[in-house]
């Protein structure tokens, strides 16, 4: 036998597949028990969504492979938002793009994300910060998501389009509603409709101010593209609308459960409550980075993310057809434990920290990764350095499903 005539051997086919059966009660009831289970057993399952890449090595391998693609359209069709003004801005901007037109989209607005310009956002987001938590009596409870967590990343996303502080909370409800888009539940159609349309009529407002007053801002560098010939109007209000759905929600949730981990990890503090880990994190505040990471991994905000085959391909020895839907698993990959030892425990220090998989992978991987990952680190810091001695005051709120983990309520005691 050949070399080649070995692999064609082995290569398996969608239908040699074994079958998940993704609608069984307890995959609702206990995801991660659920796909446990199945990564013992395999690393890609058939299930009437299409194919689930469920083992971290892989889930990396698909989400980086270029025959697939996130395909935004197919997911505005599917949830029965073709032909309306949020489908089009959705699938019309970077996430919808493949190829030099992905390019062209993405450099637009690539410079506002550089390290550098990261950096510089680090003693802004401490100052928002303060201002946000203002100043609690000592001994005072106090809710961090709504306090902090929700606030935080609208704010910081206005004052990068040049838009004043008083409009985060409405670009963040509206944003919240809009990427509703991806639960392709019906009943959330006109929500997201409704959102669409009032965040296209912002983002139209906010193009006329910058262009008559042109600033240093996110927006203003998108017009200075569109001008120069590199975006057309209807790309133009997409970016800017894909932009700011995608900024908040999402780094609301990831701050939300690194506080949470933080808070109640079992690690006792030297009076024996629970969250010694926090005291940690204040006196080594380089460590809420790696808390950060540690927090994605354990408990991934986007729990799946999605791949569209556009040709027919193989990949590790499975034959995909062009049209076929991968669901890569990030919850499940997170929890691997060919790659992590003890997978489900909360362990900033842990020797096999590896970047995380919940902002995908490829030439799609989330540009506001880096910004996402600094505002938690600096909420983070600015907390555990104004308060180490904080405490949870209760239980947190979490809401853990496939698709999404959060936390939605955190109550503290203010030492
Ligand atoms: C913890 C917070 C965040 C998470 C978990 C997250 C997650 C993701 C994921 C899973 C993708 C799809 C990547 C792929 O298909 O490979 C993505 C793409 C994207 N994200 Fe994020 N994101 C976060 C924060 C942000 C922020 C703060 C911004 C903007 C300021 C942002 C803007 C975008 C954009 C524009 C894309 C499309 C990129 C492209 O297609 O080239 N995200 N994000």
New binding site residues.
């Given amino acids: 036998m050949t070399e080649e005539s070995a692999a064609a051997a082995t290569v398996r086919t969608v239908a040699d597949l074994p079958w998940m059966d993704v609608d069984d009660p307890r995959f609702t009831a206990d995801p991660l028990a659920f796909l446990a289970e199945h990564r013992a057993r395999d690393w890609a399952f058939r299930s009437r969504r299409g194919v689930e890449i469920i083992r971290h090595e892989q889930v990396w391998r698909f989400?980086t492979d270029r025959a697939l693609v996130?395909d935004i359209g197919r997911v505005v069709e599917a949830a029965g938002l073709a032909g309306t003004a949020v489908g089009a801005h959705m699938a019309g901007?970077?996430?919808g793009a493949n190829g030099p037109d992905?390019t062209r989209l993405?450099g637009a607005a690539a410079a506002h994300f550089s390290p550098a310009r990261l950096a510089a956002w680090r003693p802004v987001i401490r100052d928002v910060c303060a201002a946000l938590v203002g100043d609690p009596a000592p001994g005072a409870v106090v809710d961090l998501v709504p306090l902090l967590c929700a606030p935080l990343?609208g704010v910081v996303?206005a004052r990068m389009i040049g838009a004043p502080d008083a409009d985060a909370a409405d670009l963040c409800a509206r944003s919240d509603a809009v990427i509703r888009l991806f639960d392709q539940d019906p009943a959330h159609r006109d929500g997201v409709i409704a959102a669409g349309e009032e965040l296209h009529d912002y983002v139209t407002g906010q193009l006329a101010e910058r262009r008559a007053a042109p600033g240093a801002d996110l927006l203003s560098s998108l017009l200075a593209h569109h001008d120069g010939g590199r975006l057309e109007d209807a790309e133009l209000v997409a970016l800017t609308v894909?932009?700011l759905a995608?900024?908040t929600d999402?780094?609301t949730g990831?701050l939300a459960t690194t506080l949470a981990h933080l808070l109640t990890d079992p690690t006792p503090t030297e009076s024996g409550e629970v969250g010694g880990l926090w005291g940690v994190v204040a006196a080594d505040p380089a460590l809420a980075a790696r808390a950060a990471v540690e927090a994605e991994r354990v408990s991934p905000?986007?729990g799946f993310?999605n791949r569209h085959a556009v040709r027919d391909t193989v990949i590790d020895g499975l034959a995909l057809e062009r049209g076929v839907w991968i669901r890569c698993s990030v919850l499940s990959g997170h929890h691997d434990e060919r790659v992590f030892a003890d997978p489900d425990v909360f362990d900033p220090a842990r020797a096999d920290q590896r970047r995380s998989l919940?902002?995908?992978?490829?030439?799609?991987?989330?540009?506001?990764?880096g910004?996402?990952q600094v505002e938690i680190e600096e909420a983070v810091g600015y907390l555990a350095e104004r308060f180490p001695g904080l405490r949870a005051e209760g239980p947190p709120v979490w809401h853990v499903t496939e698709a999404l983990t959060a936390v939605v309520s955190l109550p503290v005691r203010i030492p």
């Fill in positions: 989400l996130p901007g970077m996430l992905h993405r990343p996303f894909e932009l995608a900024s999402n780094t990831q905000r986007v993310v919940v902002f995908g992978g490829g030439p799609h991987y989330c540009i506001g990764a910004l996402a």
